[in-house]
Structures are given as C-alpha cells and as structure tokens.
C-alpha cells in the first residue's frame, strides 16, 4: 500500500516571501504521479502541479515548483512570490501509473500568507 | 473544459431520511467516478470507486447499503445516503476522470450534507 506524508500541520509566510511545502511518500512501485492540490475556503480542489516519476526534471508552474527526489521519495512544493489567494490547505497525493487512477492524499498542510 | 459539477452544494436531512447527491462530469465523458468524505480540517478519504455500468468498488470500513451509488451514464454518477444519521454529516467531493487521454481526477466542488 501507498502512503503520503505530510508532516507540516500548519505554516505561515509573508506575502511576497517564498515557501515550502514537504511532502515524502512510500511505494515499492516505479512508475507513477505526484500531485500538489491546493484547497481554498471555498472548498473546492484545484490542481496546482504534477510530476510523472519517470521524468527527472522538475515541474514548475509559474510561481509553484517542486522538488522531486526520487530515491529518496521526497515531493515538497516551493511557492515563489506568495499571494494572499495562496492561503489554502495544501495536499499531497500520489497515483499508481496505470493503475485505477486512484489518489492517496497526505494529511495537509494549512498554509496561511500573512499581509 | 473538465467541468465537473455536484448537486446539491448543501443539503440539510431529517435523521433516517435518505439523500441523494448528484455528480456530472459537463464537458467530457468519465469512465470512472470516485467519491471522497471531507471531515473538517482532515484530508480528503475514498470512500467507494465508481464505474459507468458496473458496480461500485467500495473502500475497507464504507458500508456499501448505506451509501449507495449509482453511474448509470458517462456523465452521471449519484450517490444515495440512505437512513442518515447525525454522524453522517460531512463534506462529500467527487472526481472524475477521462474516457481516454489524461489520467487527471477533476473534482467538483463538494456538497455539504447536514443530518438533524
């Protein structure tokens, strides 16, 4: 079984500083996903940014990026230039290449981007 | 495009009462549904997976009479809470995935279910 870590509860930065997420998960398989998938107040989940395992370079989108480190099974996600809209939780997950497309969640970490 | 909608965003029921909450995928068609119990400040929990046309797969501890769910169509997937309980109040997400291309989970914006 797949399972997601999390070990951030709670973080906070200042609007325009950068910040960053861990993430660290365990597997015995090779090929797969890795999602960040942010949760404002609204509830509502957005996708922020994927990595397929079998690339080595690392994903980035716009102010997000991440930093993959296979071997050592560690996603954590860099936000550059933090917004006040970037207070949400944030959540790790994980997808089995292939497989039923299920995600494994992390437990998340409520970041709040302090004015 | 992948739109993903639920119906009803809140919904308050009478204890033993049933539900139904609605899940539609807009502008593509969804081989395979999933739906997810939020409990406040938690993440999010699968609870059963669902494919158009044949029973659902439910996770180890979800009673499968209780929560009852259908996907009938491409784009129609229900899930039915029967006989609520107050304990049964929570936040319900589902997701949906593609026929082919893209293995992305789209998700709609959630319903919260209240049982008094």
């Known amino acids: 079984a797949q399972t997601v870590t999390q070990s951030q509860p709670e973080m906070s930065v200042q609007e325009a500083e950068t910040v960053t997420l861990s993430c660290t998960y365990d597997t015995s398989e090779n090929n797969y996903y890795l999602f960040w998938y942010k949760q404002p107040p609204s509830r509502q989940m957005i996708l922020v940014i994927r990595?397929?395992?079998?690339?080595?370079q690392n994903a980035t989108e716009n102010r997000f990026s991440v930093n993959f480190q296979k071997a050592a099974k560690s996603f954590s996600l860099k936000i550059s230039d933090s917004q006040l809209g970037d207070t949400a939780m944030y959540f790790c997950a994980f997808m089995i290449y292939g497989s039923a497309r299920q995600l494994t969640f992390g437990s998340g970490t409520q970041l709040t981007v302090l004015p | 495009g992948a739109v993903v909608s639920q119906h009803p965003s809140w919904v308050i029921c009478k204890s033993g009462t049933s539900v139904k909450i609605e899940c539609r995928s807009l502008?593509?068609?969804?081989?395979?549904m999933f739906w997810y119990r939020q409990f406040p400040k938690q993440s999010l929990m699968l609870m059963a997976t669902?494919?158009?046309?044949?029973?659902?797969?439910?996770e180890q501890g979800v009673e499968k009479d209780k929560f009852l769910i259908n996907h009938a169509s491409l784009t129609l997937s229900t899930l039915t809470v029967t006989s609520a309980h107050p304990e049964d109040s929570s936040f319900y997400i589902c997701?949906?995935?593609?026929?082919?291309?893209?293995?992305?989970?789209?998700f709609g914006p959630g319903t919260r279910l209240t049982v008094t």
């Open positions: 502008d593509f068609q969804a081989t395979t």
């Open positions: 990595q397929e395992a079998y690339k080595q």
């Open positions: 669902s494919n158009e046309g044949s029973k659902a797969t439910y």
């Open positions: 997701s949906a995935t593609r026929t082919s291309g893209s293995y992305e989970q789209y």
